[in-house]
Structure formats: structure tokens, C-alpha cells
């Protein structure tokens, strides 16, 4: 007869030092929990993070008035969209997706404000606009009155003493007259 050869048992690991996550089917993770996770092994411990990660991000993109009615509410969220692509937090791929709804939005936007200029009528639509403006800090209430933080996005007023360049000036470089 042959001699049975004895088998290697495991031993079970300490239950606190074993990952917690519960797959769907009822089955627990056999991995060792992770360092840096109270509970969960590396692998499942970055899923969590990755997931809370989304959430700031999306919580990043939001738009200025909570929907996409303005153009500033869109340039926002292109431009948070290439702070979080240049900081490395999602993948190009996600952001040429994002870049390309954008792109969708855009180009509805006149149809957006036609179709609310025939329901609210023009001032109805300037005043739409205005609410948004005013809600993010963009525009003041009373419009003869322009808030610090429109006047930190627009460009400097132009030194009187400063001489504007020939190009801009109307002439052309190369070309005598």
C-alpha cells in the first residue's frame, strides 16, 4: 500500500487580522486586513478610497447655479475639469468624456435660451440669468453695483500711460503705408 501522505492543514488566521468585505453572494474576503484599513485588505481598502474619491470630484464639478444654464456654468466646470485632470485625480479618458458633454452642452445652450425666452419671455430670461449670477457671488442684487468677485475675474483696466503696440494699434508689422 501506499504510504497517505499528510495533509497540510491551514491555519485559520486571527478573524480581526482577516478583511471584512462581503462579497454579494454571501462569501467573506480571505485576504489579510491591510495596514493602513481597519478592516479591509489593500485591494478592497483602494476600491473604498477610489469610490470616496468620486465623490469629492463630483462634488467638485458641480456648476454655479446647480445646473448648466449659463456659459460661466459650463467654462466652471471645464475648468475644474482640467485642474482635476492636470492634478492627476481621474483618468484622461474619464475627462475627454466629460470634455465631450461639455461640448453637448454648449452647443444647446441657444437653444436652452430660445426655448426659455418663449416661455418666460426676454426679461424672464435676464432675470433667470441674473438669479444665477447673484446666488454664486458673481453679480450684485442691484445691478449699478459690481461685486469684488466679478471685478477679480475680469482683466485689469488698461494703464493710460502705457503705449499699446503697433500691431494693436492698426498697423500691420511688414506692411508700409
Known amino acids: 500500500m501506499k504510504n497517505a501522505k499528510p495533509s497540510r492543514s491551514r491555519v485559520a ?13 454571501g462569501r467573506q474576503c480571505r485576504m489579510l486586513r491591510h495596514n493602513s484599513h481597519p478592516t479591509l485588505c489593500h485591494f478592497h481598502a483602494r476600491e473604498e478610497q477610489q469610490l ?7 462634488a467638485e464639478l458641480q456648476s454655479l447655479s446647480g445646473d448648466f444654464t449659463t456659459f460661466r456654468d459650463l ?4 475648468g475644474k475639469l482640467f485642474k482635476l485632470v492636470a492634478a492627476n485625480r481621474i483618468p ?32 424672464g430670461w435676464e432675470k433667470i440669468i441674473r438669479d444665477i449670477y447673484v446666488s454664486a457671488g458673481l453679480a450684485s442684487p442691484n445691478p449699478a453695483v459690481i461685486p ?3 471685478l477679480s475675474l475680469s482683466a485689469p483696466p488698461a ?6 503696440p503697433a500691431t494693436l494699434a492698426g498697423s500691420t508689422p511688414g506692411i508700409s503705408q
Not at 487580522?17 to 454579494?24: G, R, V, Y
Open 75 to 78: 467654462n466652471h466646470v471645464v
Open 92 to 123: 484622461a479618458r474619464n475627462a475627454a468624456l466629460l470634455a465631450y458633454l461639455a461640448q453637448l452642452l454648449l452647443y444647446t445652450q441657444k437653444d436652452l435660451k430660445h426655448e426659455q425666452t418663449i416661455a418666460y419671455g426676454y426679461l
Open 52 to 58: 470616496l474619491e468620486l465623490d469629492r470630484i463630483g
Open 13 to 25: 488566521p486571527d478573524e480581526s487580522s482577516i478583511c471584512q468585505f462581503p462579497f454579494a453572494d
Open 148 to 150: 469684488a468677485a466679478a
Open 159 to 164: 494703464d493710460p500711460s502705457t503705449p499699446v
